[in-house]
């Protein structure tokens, strides 16, 4: 009974440190970071992509490569404060960004700490 006791306060712990129904990103698809002042998608997306998939976030370019979304906040018809997690076998963090859709085929994640990255979708 003890053993069982122990257990269902551990699983209520860890349910208590879990985000509820997280949201999907308001774009989806593969994205590219290069050529993105180009018009329309990318005919060739090469090595360096994000893709959005439902509430993750993969990414080739960087120290981690994925992210799984917490919320989506819209701020306006075209903008969207985004907050992910990542985790890797020594650290969990968050990042925070407003996602700007410029037109369907380009997108910029506008960072809280500085910097930006434009990307361009892949066809």
Same mark, same amino acid.
């Given at each position: 009974?003890?053993?069982?006791?122990?257990?269902?306060?551990?699983?209520?712990?860890?349910?208590?440190?879990?985000? !509820?129904?997280?949201?999907?990103?308001? /774009?989806? %698809?593969?994205?590219? *970071?290069? $050529?993105? &002042?180009?018009?329309?998608?990318?005919?060739?997306?090469?090595?360096?992509?994000?893709?959005?998939? !439902?509430?993750?976030?993969?990414?080739? /370019?960087? %120290?981690?490569?994925? *992210?799984? $979304?917490? &919320?989506?906040?819209?701020?306006?018809?075209?903008?969207?404060?985004?907050?992910?997690?990542?985790?890797?076998?020594?650290?969990?963090?968050? /990042?925070?960004?407003?996602?700007?859709?410029?037109?369907?085929?380009?997108?910029?994640?506008?960072?809280?700490?500085?910097?930006?990255?434009?990307?361009?979708?892949?066809?």
């Amino acid at each position: 009974m003890a053993r069982l006791s122990i257990l269902a306060l551990a699983l209520i712990a860890c349910g208590l440190g879990t985000q !509820g129904a997280r949201a999907d990103y308001p /774009v989806t %698809g593969k994205w590219t *970071y290069d $050529n993105t &002042s180009n018009a329309g998608p990318a005919q060739s997306c090469g090595r360096r992509t994000m893709e959005f998939r !439902g509430v993750q976030r993969f990414d080739t /370019v960087g %120290g981690v490569a994925q *992210y799984r $979304n917490v &919320s989506v906040d819209q701020a306006s018809p075209k903008a969207f404060a985004v907050v992910d997690e990542f985790f890797n076998v020594m650290i969990r963090g968050r /990042v925070q960004y407003t996602l700007r859709i410029i037109d369907k085929d380009h997108i910029v994640l506008l960072l809280n700490r500085g910097g930006d990255i434009a990307l361009r979708r892949c066809a």
